[in-house]
Structure formats: C-alpha cells, structure tokens
C-alpha cells in the first residue's frame, strides 16, 4: 500500500507544504503544482522481471477538475511502444470522470497495459522453419 522509498519521488517538496496550507484553509490559494514521478513495476511480467516503468504525473491547479498530465518512460521500451503506450494513456485518461480522483486508476491502467504488450508473442520463426525442414 505505501511505497518504497525509490518508487515516488515528488520533484518539489516544498509544493507539499504549501498544498497543506490551502487544505487546513490557512490560503485559499494553491499558487503552484504537484509533479511526481513513481516507478511502477508491474507484477506477473511474462519475463519482464526487471521492467520499471517511469510514470511521470503533473497536478493542475485544478485537479481533480482538470485531467492530469501523465506520461511513461521505460528504458527497456522500444521508441514506437513509448509513443504508443502514451498515446493509448492520453485516450484513457479522457475517459475518466471529471472530478474524480484518478491516478489509482491510471496506474492500474498502465500495469495491465504493459502486462498485455509485453507478453510474449509465440515464436512463429521457429514454426516457419520446422515446416520448411519437414
């Protein structure tokens, strides 16, 4: 439930002290954002066990009104599965109710979603060539 001290690093931690302050009603006014990085490394990985997963996530001022802004980087990930991952990331959020908070989900979303492409597809090479030698 609570992360390790390596799988959520806020970039400016003094944002939370202001955000503290307009929560306890001391400023009616939260002036400045909360971005956050969290390294998701999903579970069940099909032989993936060393994929990390760089979701990097930015608050708007009004959040949870406005969508976040959350993008993926993985060091094992081709440049095409990057786009394609974030392109598909950027649709799903636009389908979350407005108003409600979302990360949760959207880190869930992302789990399945690199379970799913990082699956190993069956190795038709070695079919081709049995045929080809039978």
Partial sequence: MYPASNELFVHDVTVLADMHQFAI????ICLRNLSFTVKLSPEGQNG????????????????PNDSPVVSVKCGNLTRDKHQEINKDLKEYITT????????????????????????????????????AEG
């Fill in 25 to 28: 009603g001391d400023t009616d």
């Fill in 96 to 131: 979350l109710e407005k108003g409600e908070l979302c990360m949760v989900n959207v880190l869930q979303w992302l789990q399945d979603c690199i379970l799913k492409s990082t699956a190993k597809a069956p190795d038709t090479n070695n079919e081709d060539r049995k045929s």
């Fill in 48 to 63: 993936h066990n060393n994929l990390t997963l760089d979701v990097d996530c930015f608050y708007p001022l009004d959040y």
